[in-house]
């Protein structure tokens, strides 16, 4: 009897143990788990700060590109109107004339027809330099916008989703009390008819065996009476199955 109860207790310790490591197991990879959502969590936040520092700088570079386009355009357009003042002085004095006897005779007309074919060019030039200005700032600003888009793209399907969560461990079962009451009560009831059959033999050993035999109860006396009501022998106080808490966490 003594030792059903020590082995009873002896594999509820080892299962115990085991369920332990088993629950140590778990609550790591839960752990890990949680931390690697929070590090994902944490690296897309990190992402779009720096998509948002991204587009806040390709839109400035796309703006300095539009202004420095200006700049150029009003740099071209100064030297042109220069150009063509003084091309305008120049078809001025060319339209002098010269009255001889009746006859008027122009001086300088070539000079002026000159100077109105070079005007005319700068006009054009003036003309090509707005449209091309126009596609150089229309440009800049697309690629502006390209950069924009494409660090968007970056960021847009969010920070992704979790991988799986680990799943809940399964424990070892405990051996059942019952049964381990139960070989008790056999063990008992062995000794009870071991006890009567040594009663029916001599004297001497009658009274020492019913000596015994007053000490002992039958089996139903044991498992009806409490471990602490058993007298003719060790109680039978086994260990309970423990019970376990997984670690205070939150599984998505």
């Given amino acids: 009897m003594v030792g059903a109860v020590a082995g009873h207790n002896n594999q509820v310790s080892q299962i115990d143990a085991q369920n332990r490591q088993i629950l140590s197991g778990y609550n790591q990879r839960k752990a890990a788990y949680e931390k690697s959502n929070l590090d994902r969590v944490g690296l897309y936040a990190a992402k779009l700060i720096d998509v948002e520092i991204g587009q806040d700088e390709a839109a400035l570079s796309a703006r300095k590109a539009e202004s420095q386009v200006d700049l150029e355009e009003d740099a071209a357009l100064r ?124 004297s001497s050993s009658t009274a020492g065996a019913g000596a015994g035999a007053t000490k002992m109860t039958d089996a139903g006396t044991y498992l009806n009476n409490s471990p602490s009501q058993f007298t003719g022998g060790t109680p039978f106080n086994y260990t309970p199955a423990p019970t376990y808490n997984v670690t205070p966490g939150r599984l998505t």
Avoid at 87 to 116: C, P, T, W
Avoid at 137 to 144: C, D, M, Q, S, T
Avoid at 152 to 172: C, K, Q, S, W
């Fill in 79 to 202: 030297a042109i109107l220069a150009q063509d003042e003084e091309l305008q002085i120049k078809q001025m004095q060319a339209r002098n004339f010269a009255d001889e006897g009746g006859r008027a005779r122009s001086f300088g007309v070539n000079q002026a027809r000159l100077a109105g074919r070079q005007r005319g060019k700068l006009e054009a030039a003036a003309s090509e330099l707005m449209v091309q200005g126009y596609i150089n700032k229309r440009e800049a600003r697309l690629k502006g916008d390209r950069a924009r888009t494409e660090l968007y793209r970056g960021v847009n399907l969010g920070p992704g989703t979790p991988g799986p969560a680990p799943e809940m461990p399964e424990y070892l079962d405990y051996p059942s009390p019952v049964a381990a009451a139960a070989q008790v009560a056999l063990g008992a009831l062995t000794v009870a008819s071991g006890a009567g059959a040594f009663s029916g033999g001599s």
